[in-house]
Every structure is written in structure tokens, then in C-alpha cells.
């Protein structure tokens, strides 16, 4: 299994971004996928989850109202739409997958890290002042 995000740039503060994150290959037939953020020299943060059938969402404080999660099963394509960026926005973002699906009912479980099998490598976003 392989999780490739893209997207990732430099935008300024206030701009949009769209990050991508295509997987490849079998996981269990329905499961849930996030989103968490890293910035150097801190703890991975979650950021967003979206449940196997895009009904159920969980996401951040921080980001509640500002980014939008998604998924597209044809394209095997999952998403983040940022809008408003701030500079508190900057890190390292990674798509996450392979989640119970079940667990969107538990969101304090999907924001946690060991809830989910697999990550991608991550794509870095840059937001500037």
C-alpha cells in the first residue's frame, strides 16, 4: 500500500490550497483516512478525518470552518482544501489511512495517530506573513 500526497507549496497568508493524496494498492474494504501536520520539533497534530462513505467528518479546532476534507473512491484520491491560511498553518502535512471505519463515531480516537496503518511521506506547506 502507498499513500502519495501532493499539493504542498508556498501560498500567502489569507490564500487557498488543495492537498492531494492518491493510494495505491489493497486495504481492508472500508476505512477511514485523515490528515495530520507536523512542525519541526513538535508532536504530529491531527487535522482532519473523513470516514469510509465522506458522511462523517472530524476535524481540529484550528482548522474547523477554514479546511475541508474529501474523498473520491474512483480516483482512490483523498483530500484536504485549505482556505484562509494562516502562517501557524506551515508544516509538514501527511495523508494518513487504513483506520476502522467505525471510529469516525469516536472522534477523540480518530484524531490519534495509532488509529491509522499507513502514511504517506508527507508534502510541505508554507504559509507566509
Known amino acids: 500500500v502507498q499513500l502519495v500526497e501532493s499539493g ?3 501560498v500567502q497568508a ?3 490550497l488543495r492537498l492531494s493524496c492518491a493510494v495505491s494498492g489493497r ?3 472500508s476505512y477511514a483516512m485523515a490528515w495530520f501536520r507536523r512542525v519541526p520539533g513538535k508532536e504530529r497534530e491531527f487535522v482532519a478525518a473523513i470516514s469510509w462513505n465522506g458522511g462523517r467528518t472530524h ?3 484550528s482548522v474547523s470552518g477554514r479546511f475541508t476534507i474529501s474523498r473520491n473512491h474512483v480516483q482512490n484520491t483523498e483530500y484536504l482544501d485549505m482556505n484562509g491560511l494562516k502562517p501557524e498553518d506551515t508544516a509538514v502535512y501527511y495523508c494518513a489511512a ?3 471505519d467505525r471510529l469516525l463515531l ?4 480518530a484524531a490519534s495517530t495509532e488509529a491509522y496503518s499507513y502514511w504517506g511521506q508527507g508534502t510541505l ?3 507566509s506573513s
Not at 469516536?106 to 480516537?109: L, S
Open 14 to 16: 489569507g490564500g487557498s
Open 8 to 10: 504542498g507549496g508556498v
Open 125 to 127: 506547506v508554507t504559509v
Open 106 to 109: 469516536q472522534p477523540e480516537v
Open 98 to 100: 487504513g483506520a476502522a
Open 27 to 29: 486495504i481492508m474494504s
Open 59 to 61: 476535524y481540529a479546532d
